[in-house]
């Protein structure tokens, strides 16, 4: 007796547990939210173009400062004349702004640094035919201090340096 009994509450008791399988369209919707907030948390936190633009402003930083320390040899080496291609007026460092070139490379600098940008950022070895550097060179109407300026820096950076 104990077996049909323990048998009929058994079966009472599955026929009232209804069991489902799969999710239901909230379960769903939930995750499909939850998920797009992170990944749209992890796109904000790893932007790639924003440190792509980091790098190139840095490289721009570098190349400026290479380009002054060649400036300023040139000017040790000469009695403080600058070369000739650097005017008081602010030009693109190219064959046809201030061309300093022939007077820097390969003797203070091995190649002109160009801007990652422009020309694919390969650095200009020979001073033959046309060339940009996109970077800009001045010298002070009053000393012979030069500044050198990236005018392509990205995120709203003024990269420009004086001596």
């Not at 948390?41 to 790893?46: E, H, N």
């Not at 650097?86 to 460092?93: D, L």
Request: charged fraction near 15%; proline fraction near 4%; include cysteine.
């Amino acid at each position: 007796m104990n077996k049909k009994l323990l048998y009929c509450c058994i079966v009472k008791l599955l026929r009232g547990k209804r069991s489902f399988s799969g999710f239901t369209m909230i379960e769903i919707m939930i995750v499909i939210g939850i998920v797009s907030v992170l990944s749209t948390m992890v796109l904000v936190v790893f932007n790639p173009s924003k440190k792509f633009s980091q790098a190139y402003n840095t490289k721009r930083r570098t190349d400026i400062n290479s380009l002054l320390n060649a400036i300023n040899q040139y000017a040790a080496d000469n009695k403080g004349a600058l070369p000739s291609g650097i005017s008081t007026s602010t030009q693109i460092i190219s064959n046809t702004g201030a061309n300093i070139c022939l007077v820097l490379v390969p003797q203070y600098i091995a190649s002109l640094p160009v801007d990652p940008l422009t020309n694919n950022g390969t650095p200009i070895a020979t001073c033959s035919g046309s060339f940009n550097t996109n970077y800009t060179a001045s010298k002070s109407a009053t000393n012979n201090r030069v500044t050198v300026s990236a005018p392509a820096a990205e995120l709203g950076e003024i990269i420009s340096v004086t001596r």
